[in-house]
């Protein structure tokens, strides 16, 4: 019965999450040019507004996993994250000056608030032999929503335009926050710790111990020279690429990400987290190397594919070893936490970018980017995995 509600959770929050990306990448592969063509923004403003979402609301992830462990609630905070979503991008198609694109930006990725919430329930129903497959699932279903709503960007922008497709695209959002209303069924949250020993269950630092923190670090640290995907689209644009192909580039990175996210959390299980890690930084390097030493349409096609690869190999791993090597009874907090610190420094990522690329050249924040990988690298040889029992 367990194993069956089990699945049942898994496969809902699985299509709300196809729901909402596909959603979102209706808007995203057109997003860098509707800022800097049809709103006239230069680069740097292109850079300031994809940090500046993740940065000032990353904050509240954190707080969104609190309030969870300590409310010892999840539901509210992932159906409630899916409407932001969904009225973000009605405030997009609305919008006439990059200026006003500002509070729907922040209320876009306040929708992350679902994230730690939904990421514990999804540790918390899985062992250490399969928490692995079943955040590649999730991812593998985000990324799959996005390949749909990319081809249907594709099939529609045309005819529809920026404003009626970004109108179009909050339906999605609105049907997953239903399915999740509806179906999910809160059950309270007790831990082990908690039935032993109350105060083991009150919020501490200290709990978060050397190897979380520093695993944090370095994935921050990471998060400081992966700027935004809008730049990649941007430089193959500049490249000699049609507009009109700029959406099937992020299709091949798309469909790469949902292929290979469950294959990569099955391999996370069998043989580590670090390894698949290690594998989801060499493949960025490769995108940033390529990048930097040819501009032909085919490198550009295989950088893409290299970079959905890159995706589908660090979103599993990074939230199953959050998940297990942080303090179980505060598995929300953990991620809300990892997200926090991951989302502060978007801003700077994409702002040094931004400046890099307006006053040196393009190329400056490939550069930038393969020597602070190179460090999360180095980083990563001193992090130490737990055993995956459960």
Not at 115 to 124: C, F, Q, V
Request: proline letters at 3%; charged letters at 15%.
């Amino acid at each position: 019965m367990q194993e069956k509600e089990s699945k049942k959770t898994l496969a809902t929050f699985s299509i709300a999450s196809f729901l909402n990306d596909l959603g979102a990448y209706m808007v995203y592969p057109v997003w860098p040019l509707f800022v800097t063509g049809f709103l006239g923004a230069n680069m740097a403003t292109l850079g300031f507004l994809d940090g500046l979402g993740d940065s000032l609301v990353s904050i509240s992830q954190a707080f969104s996993g609190l309030l969870s462990d300590r409310l010892k609630k999840r539901k509210f905070f992932i159906w409630l994250g899916y409407l932001f979503g969904a009225f973000s991008r009605i405030g997009y198609a609305a919008s006439t000056a990059w200026q006003q694109l500002i509070p729907y930006k922040i209320l876009d990725r306040s929708g992350k608030i679902r994230d730690a919430p939904r990421d514990a329930i999804i540790a918390d129903i899985s062992t250490g032999q399969n928490r692995g497959k079943n955040f590649g699932i999730l991812r593998a279903m985000d990324k799959l929503g996005g390949v749909c709503g990319i081809i249907a960007c594709i099939a529609l922008f045309a005819f529809l335009g920026y404003q009626k497709l970004f109108f179009l695209a909050a339906i999605p959002s609105f049907i997953a926050a239903a399915l999740v209303f509806r179906i999910i069924k809160e059950k309270k949250i007790v831990h082990a710790a908690e039935a032993v020993e109350n105060e083991k269950a009150k919020f501490s630092l200290k709990k978060f111990g050397k190897n979380f923190k520093l695993f944090v670090l370095l994935n921050s640290v990471f998060a400081l020279g992966s700027f935004s995907y809008s730049f990649l689209l941007i430089f193959a644009n500049q490249a000699g690429i049609e507009p009109i192909f700029i959406p099937v580039l992020y299709l091949f990175f798309m469909v790469f990400a949902s292929l290979s996210s469950i294959p990569f959390g099955k391999i996370a299980d069998k043989i580590g987290r670090k390894p698949v890690m290690l594998i989801a930084f060499a493949l960025w390097i490769l995108v940033c190397v390529t990048f930097i030493t040819t501009q032909s349409f085919l490198a550009i096609i295989l950088s893409f594919i290299a970079y959905g690869l890159h995706e589908g190999a660090i979103n599993p791993v990074q939230r199953a070893f959050v998940s297990e090597i942080g303090p179980k009874e505060f598995r929300a907090s953990s991620l809300g936490f990892f997200e926090m610190a991951i989302g502060l420094c978007a801003l700077p990522s994409s702002i040094i970018a931004g400046l890099l690329w307006d006053k040196i050249g393009k190329f400056m924040p490939f550069y930038f980017s393969i020597a602070v990988t190179i460090i999360a690298i180095i980083m990563l040889f001193f992090i130490k995995e737990k055993t995956r029992a459960g």
